[in-house]
């Protein structure tokens, strides 16, 4: 087992993906984190009712804003903002 687990959980993939790419699809967000697209959908749910995702509308598309200055949840993290982790694996 000790070649299973990762430091990032499913919902923190789901986060860096929708920073990446505000426009992607539900099953393209699946593909990438290796999840099935009800699950990305259940994790895009709770990163939206969290705040720190919100989700807009756009024709037949969603566009996701993720909000960089919301604080981890963990009390260990609390000290830090999304956008420390969305900086360490920005493009570029």
């Given at each position: ?47 939206e ?44």
């Open positions: 087992m000790a070649g299973q687990w990762t430091f990032l959980s499913n919902h923190g993939r789901v986060l860096l993906t929708l920073a990446e790419d505000p426009d992607v699809r539900l099953r393209d967000i699946a593909h990438s984190v290796g999840i099935t697209e009800r699950a990305a959908q259940m994790i895009v749910a709770d990163l009712s969290a705040g720190y995702v919100t989700k807009q509308r756009v024709g037949r598309r969603n566009h996701y804003l993720v909000h960089p200055r919301k604080r981890f949840r963990h009390p260990h993290e609390a000290g830090h903002q999304v956008g420390e982790l969305l900086s360490i694996f920005a493009d570029g």
